[in-house]
């Protein structure tokens, strides 16, 4: 058997694009180049973003701060539109409005104009603050390789592979002897002793969707929203909308023989938003399928990717979404993220994704994204963007895995799957297992990657990073992301140095700075790899402190329904007990009048009707520290305000919408310039 050292190369989703294809080269896979994903369409597309110093941006952020009733997206694209026309007039070009990705920044498009010429014309406006091309972005995909197809059913049908879910697991070992050992795996088990995660962090998953029905994802996902603005692309009948249910990316040979999908690789779908969310939040320790790193955390779904590729617009509203930022046109989140995992990315710049990266992690939100597979390139944005925690892949035993890319920009390194194996019809050894699909175009059954349907990659290092920052963020509910990463990068363990073996009978080589061409395996660095591997159990341990928490079942409670309130999840340091329980009723909104038992772990309730109840727990550990959380039981129906007459919904102000209209009058009635 010989070693694999390389699985698939990244998906650039701008000008480059790297095949999933692949060809051996001694006992390796090396990826093979295909031809460029044009990053436009027959028209321009461009990513344009006003000023606020200027007259119209005044007038927007003016109206931003105002709190008033909604509007529906038609009024909001109405608006957008007028704006478009009133800066095609400046320009003499003809504009036609795309969605709005905040109060400043839009999509528009041109006929007869290349969108890197469109950028150039916009940008040199002196009301615009940038404009760029709105680039494509792809799932970072499993390779197509024989050893990755369908094994014999009863063996693919096993759920395998050998080594289980080695990643999840302690290392065996921190340097290697025999050339064998497992020590890059992150050692989530014994974070688990500390925390396993809590109802009230959520992680958004801004991928191709999530098939929530299956089994280890039931109860975990939340509401989401599906972000594709082009039907085409989005494969669903519809633009944007409230269903981030995955339909399938599946791509065709009548696909590709259009000039949306001309550049795209005819594929099976891949059900990658399913196989990260697994990873993040699968159910555990419910005698089913596998486990995920949050045990207790949800998943966030955020659709942002479709057949092939996802827009730059789409993937940024989507982020801004899922952390609780307006989007116009869109309704406001009810449910914000704390963590979001970018499994996504590709070449160019990061322009049009620092404002929003800046205002997500202000809010405290953390953004995680995968490095790349482009065996050793450069890191890809969005991970190489400041305020990401960039993530690249290891291989079993600590070193870089053939595919990840690297860079100084990398936070920290996991595990991303490789095989060792590479005989056809052998089983891949050491890959990730995680949530899948049966089906090749639409939705079959639910199924679990294996070691004959692999799932490999940075996309899968990413959100064993995310689900690691769940549990820190459970354990110590303060945490800003520059802690995260602090916090992160100093419990990091050290990368092996030696005692990798080698088939080409030359020995591994140190990974060294990108310079265009591949690179495969090699001993990571501190300035190629970041900070180490990651160990999630002494990040956890580094950040705890004393948390209560509340767990309510059952999770939606109808009138007359016995309701417990439990403190299990209560987080405590290593070393201390928790010395006592207090629960009190701080609200019983009309339909509670007394909670049944008030000193132990837990209490109960019987609500008399629809409504909500407040309750109070404070906790006291044996150190003598304390800790006090608010509790909101929602119970029956939640009562909502009707949609307006108009039609669609969006956390958009009159008095935005009204500034708005009136600065692209005002735009209209300006002379046109050259």
Same mark, same amino acid.
């Given at each position: 058997m010989n070693p694999l050292r390389s699985a698939s190369r990244w998906l650039p989703l701008v000008a480059l694009v790297l095949t999933s294809a692949w060809a051996p080269s001694q006992a390796e896979y090396a990826p093979q180049p295909r031809a460029p994903l044009p990053a436009q369409s027959e028209s321009g597309r461009v990513i344009v973003k006003f000023k606020g110093s200027a007259a119209l941006g005044k007038r927007i952020m003016a109206a931003k701060a105002a709190s008033v009733a909604p509007q529906s997206a038609a009024e909001v694209a109405q608006i957008l539109q007028a704006r478009a026309t009133s800066l095609g007039n400046r320009l003499g070009l003809t504009l036609h409005a795309g969605h709005a990705i905040d109060e400043r920044t839009q999509v528009v498009t041109s006929e007869g104009i290349g969108s890197r010429a469109l950028a150039a014309r916009l940008a040199? &406006?002196?009301?615009?603050?940038?404009?760029?091309?709105d680039g494509r972005r792809r799932p970072l995909r499993v390779p197509d390789d024989p050893l990755y197809l369908q094994g014999p059913a009863v063996v693919g049908a096993s759920g395998g592979p050998v080594a289980g879910q080695w990643y999840l697991r302690p290392p065996q070992a921190s340097t290697l002897v025999t050339g064998n050992e497992i020590v890059s795996s992150i050692n989530a088990q014994a974070a688990w002793d500390i925390t396993t995660g809590h109802p009230s962090v959520v992680v958004a998953v801004l991928d191709t969707g999530i098939r929530s029905d299956h089994p280890d994802l039931a109860g975990k996902v939340l509401p989401g929203y599906d972000m594709i603005s082009n039907a085409t692309v989005a494969n669903d009948g519809?633009?944007?909308?409230?269903?981030?249910? &995955? +339909?399938? &990316?599946?791509? @065709?040979?009548?696909?590709v023989a259009t000039s949306t999908f001309s550049d795209c690789?005819?594929?099976?779908?891949?059900?990658?938003? $399913?196989m @990260? /969310?697994?990873?993040?939040?699968?159910? $555990?320790?419910?005698?089913?399928?596998? /486990?995920?790193?949050?045990?207790?955390?949800?998943?966030? +779904? =955020?659709? =942002?990717?479709?057949?092939?590729?996802?827009?730059?617009?789409?993937i940024i509203a989507g982020m801004r979404w899922a952390a609780g930022l307006s989007v116009p046109g869109v309704p406001a989140n009810p449910n914000p993220a704390k963590v979001l995992n970018l499994s996504l990315g590709g070449d160019g710049e990061c322009t049009a994704y620092n404002a929003a990266i800046s205002e997500i992690t202000a809010a405290g939100v953390v953004v995680v994204a995968s490095a790349g597979n482009s065996s050793g390139h450069a890191v890809g944005m969005p991970a190489k963007c400041p305020g990401v925690i960039g993530v690249g892949g290891l291989r079993h035993i600590g070193t870089k895995v053939g595919f990840s890319d690297i860079g100084p920009e990398l936070t920290i390194s996991a595990p991303g799957g490789n095989c060792v194996n590479i005989n056809a019809g052998e089983p891949c050894l050491y890959p990730i297992l995680t949530t899948s699909n049966t089906g090749t175009t639409t939705p079959g059954t639910a199924r679990y990657t294996d070691a004959f349907n692999i799932s490999v990659g940075t996309s899968f290092s990413a959100p064993l990073v995310s689900g690691t920052v769940a549990l820190m963020m459970t354990?110590? #509910?303060?945490?800003?992301?520059? %802690?995260?990463?602090?916090?992160?990068?100093? $419990?990091? #363990?050290?990368?092996? %140095?030696?005692?990798? +073996?080698?088939?080409?009978? =030359?020995?591994? *080589? %140190?990974? *060294?700075?990108?310079?265009?061409?591949? *690179?495969?395996?090699c001993y990571c660095t501190t300035s190629t790899c970041g900070a180490g591997m990651l160990d999630t159990a002494a990040a956890v341990a580094a950040v705890a402190k004393l948390e209560a928490y509340v767990s309510i079942s059952p999770a939606s409670p109808q009138p007359s329904q016995t309701v417990q309130l439990d403190a299990a999840s209560t987080v405590h340091t290593s070393g201390t007990t928790i010395a006592s329980y207090t629960w009190s009723l701080l609200d019983g909104g009309g339909i509670v009048t007394a909670l049944s038992g008030t000193s132990g772990a837990s209490v109960t309730a019987t609500p008399s009707g629809n409504g909500s109840f407040t309750v109070r727990l404070a906790v006291v550990d044996s150190n003598g520290a304390t800790s006090t959380v608010d509790q909101v039981v929602q119970v029956g129906t939640v009562v909502t305000p009707p949609p307006s007459s108009s039609g669609g919904g969006g956390a958009v102000s009159v008095l935005w919408l009204l500034g708005l209209a009136a600065a692209a009058w005002a735009l209209r009635r300006a002379p046109a310039r050259g």
């Open positions: 040199a &406006d002196d009301e615009v603050e940038y404009a760029v091309e519809n633009g944007r909308d409230a269903d981030p249910a &995955d +339909p399938g &990316d599946w791509i @065709t040979s009548s696909d690789e005819i594929s099976d779908s891949s059900w990658h938003g $399913t @990260t /969310a697994g990873l993040i939040g699968a159910s $555990t320790n419910n005698a089913t399928g596998m /486990a995920g790193v949050g045990w207790g955390v949800k998943i966030l +779904p =955020v659709r =942002v990717l479709g057949k092939c590729f996802g827009s730059d617009s789409d354990a110590h #509910r303060g945490l800003t992301p520059a %802690q995260v990463i602090a916090a992160l990068k100093s $419990t990091a #363990r050290a990368f092996p %140095q030696s005692g990798a +073996p080698s088939d080409s009978g =030359v020995a591994i *080589q %140190q990974c *060294q700075t990108p310079n265009g061409t591949d *690179q495969l395996e």
